[in-house]
């Protein structure tokens, strides 16, 4: 069985985001987490999410309309509301009793970092904290880059962003270890959600914070002002100028990811941010070629399935672990 497969009850308890903040509106629209359809709206309370399917007849709900306060079937005009409890039902007229097993199920929702959030069930974690508290310090401006989407799981993408060793043939002229793709000794460091570890390229000190179960923060500090090509290295680049690109994948199906990618810098305010984003598509998409290309999608449980490094690739060792352990609390 496929690891995140089995994954599926625990990754329930997380948040993950399912939307940017401009994409929901008073209209209700329709995302998708864990293989499920999920409508997302907005009324006069802030945000409900619940499942995307009528108790009545199965119609998606995202297909009705929001009636004061009140999302509508557009089937038979069942009338939902926030709790995801039916209020109205008009085949019974107005004094009809609703059936009390009338409702779909309410997700956990809620807005932060320019994303909307959902949890299925009760969230056993907070949302995942960026390194040098990036959202609320003066010192550091942070922007959601853009998202995509990947016919690839989840744990697939952030695999790919753990790992390093690719960059020197995938992403050549853009991200490249400046010293090589020879892969020096560095050393992993489990935390209470997951684990960090650094890698000196020369030029920069890459730092890397894997929140579980699927984000990951890559925190590039200058260490040279010269020698090579990242997206740190902005005009006037100088020692200590720090780029964060922060990778969260939100699992929309078992072979499907949503991918919200931000950057954060603690230099260069006066440059637009357009610029910092320039290049992301073309990495993004060289990135895509070869994970979609990876067989099967899902990351394999048994760590024999697939021939592993004992250094270079020591961070997917790692990580594979952790999702093995989280396993087997669904």
């Not at 030029?203 to 179960?213: D, I």
Request: hydrophobic fraction near 40%.
């Amino acid at each position: 069985m496929m690891l995140e497969t089995m994954l599926q009850p625990a990754l329930r308890r997380y948040w993950h985001p399912v939307a940017t903040t401009s994409e929901i509106t008073a209209e209700p629209k329709r995302v998708k987490l864990l293989g499920e359809g999920i409508v997302v709206y907005r009324d006069d309370h802030g945000l409900v999410a619940m499942r995307d399917q009528c108790v009545h007849r199965g119609v998606a709900l995202s297909t009705g309309r929001v009636i004061d306060g009140l999302l509508e079937c557009p089937y038979h005009g069942w009338q939902y509301d926030r709790s995801g409890a039916v209020a109205h039902i008009p085949a019974l007229g107005a004094d009809g009793t609703v059936p009390s097993q009338a409702r779909v199920w309410c997700h956990n929702v809620r807005e932060a970092h320019g994303a909307v959030w959902v949890a299925p069930e009760a969230p056993i974690a907070d949302l995942p904290p960026w390194p040098d508290d990036d959202w609320n310090s003066p010192d550091w401006h942070v922007f959601l880059v853009d998202t995509w989407v990947w016919k690839a799981s989840a744990g697939r993408m952030i695999e790919n962003a753990i790992d390093f060793a690719h960059f020197n043939f995938v992403h050549e002229g853009f991200t490249e270890l400046a010293d090589g793709p020879f892969i020096k000794p560095f050393e992993i460091t489990p935390t209470d959600d997951g684990m960090v570890y650094a890698y000196d390229d020369t030029l920069l000190m890459r730092s890397y914070t894997l929140h579980m179960p699927f984000t990951l923060h890559d925190r590039k500090s200058v260490i040279a002002a010269s020698g090579g090509r990242t997206w740190s290295e902005q005009g006037d680049t100088k020692a200590g100028d720090v780029t964060t690109i922060t990778f969260i994948a939100s699992p929309t199906d078992r072979a499907e990811t949503l991918i919200f990618v931000f950057l954060s810098r603690n230099h260069s305010f006066d440059t637009p941010d357009a610029e910092f984003a320039a290049g992301f598509n073309e990495v993004m998409e060289q990135d895509r070629m070869v994970v979609e290309a990876q067989d099967p999608p899902e990351l394999p449980l048994d760590p024999r399935d697939e021939l592993h490094l004992k250094l270079a690739d020591s961070g997917s060792i790692a990580y594979r672990k952790l999702l093995r352990e989280l396993a087997p609390a669904s």
